[in-house]
């Protein structure tokens, strides 16, 4: 009995050193790996990444950054969101251990393992997406392993002022100053001197440059003119004649505002009016075919935007006032002036007329167009 009691004492006792031991070295893993993690603390800068064994552009590596706080690891990558997770180390391992736990994302909860070391100022990485820990820093293709090597971003250095010059002090000269001095007559305020440079800059022109912002209308007009004749002729859905004459119009109104000169004002007209016959053949062709899409009565609007453009370039060759002829009398002069703005209100009347004509067709195409789809 006293054998078998001594027996149990001795085997409790080994398994109590055992415990001791272990404690101790869980003990010793832990201050190592504390102080594993204070040598890492800091933010670095990738020198190199390589994922399955394809390394990352330049443009990732200039973005890419790592911050670690603690046992904290902020993966920066230049995006809208940074990845966190919780590292532990375990230096007394050989190479040595490092396990890096996803905090969020999409691997929430994931444990990867990997191995690094730090040397010279220079931190590698290489952590496995496998439960197999690495043994050695690379990756090949095929492998699920992504490798860094990283170094401490250095803090920007601050400039510094130049110390400022010692002060001196003025010469003293009192002594120039003694005696009795008389008030003589005020001189005249330094700023009267300063009013003409005044009047100049209140003479500088400040009025907007008219010009500029012309030409830039009538090239933004040119360029959505072009771009719906494209669509038109491509059939883009929504494209219509409409769309055309309205930028042809809006640049024709951009030309006007360009120059104050009739002639050149007929020109914009003469050049609106090609632009609508060019329109007029579009749609006749994309008639013939039969091209989906196209509105209704879209013959006859270009035919209406046609003469509206004669009409136009009508009334500016002929019904403009030129003014009475050198030697002519006052009463002439206004007497040419009644007849131009008779024409051109008569003109205006025929096409007024036309377009209700033209209106009343497409509404009785329409109206036909409906009966012979009824059943």
């Known amino acids: 009995m006293r054998e078998i009691l001594g027996r149990s004492l001795v085997f409790c006792a080994l398994i109590t050193v055992c415990l001791c031991c272990q404690a101790v070295r869980v003990v010793h893993a832990q201050a190592d790996g504390d ?26 590596l200039e973005k890419a950054r790592l911050d670690i706080r603690d046992d904290e690891w902020i993966w920066l990558s230049g995006g809208p969101v940074d990845v966190k997770s919780r590292i532990r180390l375990d230096p007394s391992k050989s190479p040595k251990e490092i396990d890096i736990t996803m905090l969020d994302g999409g691997s929430k909860g994931s444990t990867f393992p990997g191995i690094y070391a730090l040397e010279k100022g220079q931190l590698r990485i290489c952590a496995s997406h496998t439960k197999d820990r690495p043994k050695e820093f690379k990756t090949a293709r095929g492998q699920l392993r992504e490798l860094l090597i990283l170094e401490r971003e250095k803090p920007r250095p601050m400039s510094v002022l130049p110390p400022p010059p010692p002060s001196q002090e003025p010469p003293k000269c009192t002594d120039k100053l003694e005696g009795k001095w008389v008030l003589g007559p005020v001189a005249e305020p330094r700023l009267m001197a300063q009013q003409p440079l005044v009047a100049a800059a209140a003479k500088q022109d400040t009025t907007p440059d008219i010009k500029k912002f012309a030409q830039a209308q009538d090239a933004a007009a040119h360029k959505a003119y072009d771009i719906a004749v494209h669509s038109l002729k491509n059939g883009v859905p929504g494209a219509k004649p409409e769309d ?66 004669e009409l136009m370039l009508a009334i500016a060759a002929r019904g403009a006032p030129a003014g009475p002829k050198q030697g002519a009398s006052e009463a002439q002069g206004r007497l040419e002036q009644e007849k131009a703005r008779t024409e051109h209100q008569r003109l205006r009347a025929e096409t007024a007329r036309y377009a209700l004509q033209v209106s009343l067709a497409l509404a009785a195409g329409s109206l036909a167009i409906l009966d012979a789809l009824e059943p």
């Open 244 to 309: 055309v004459h309205t930028w042809s119009v809006r640049r024709l109104k951009a030309r006007r505002e360009l120059s104050s000169k009739p002639a050149e004002h007929i020109a914009a007209l003469s050049a609106h009016r090609k632009r609508m016959q060019e329109l007029a053949k579009i749609v006749d062709q994309l008639v013939k075919v039969g091209a989906p899409g196209l509105p209704l009565g879209s013959a006859a609007a270009a035919d209406f935007y046609v003469a509206e453009a």
């Open 35 to 60: 102080k594993g993690i204070k040598e890492l603390q800091g933010k670095w800068r990738a020198v190199e990444i390589q994922t399955a064994g394809i390394s990352a552009p330049k443009e990732v």
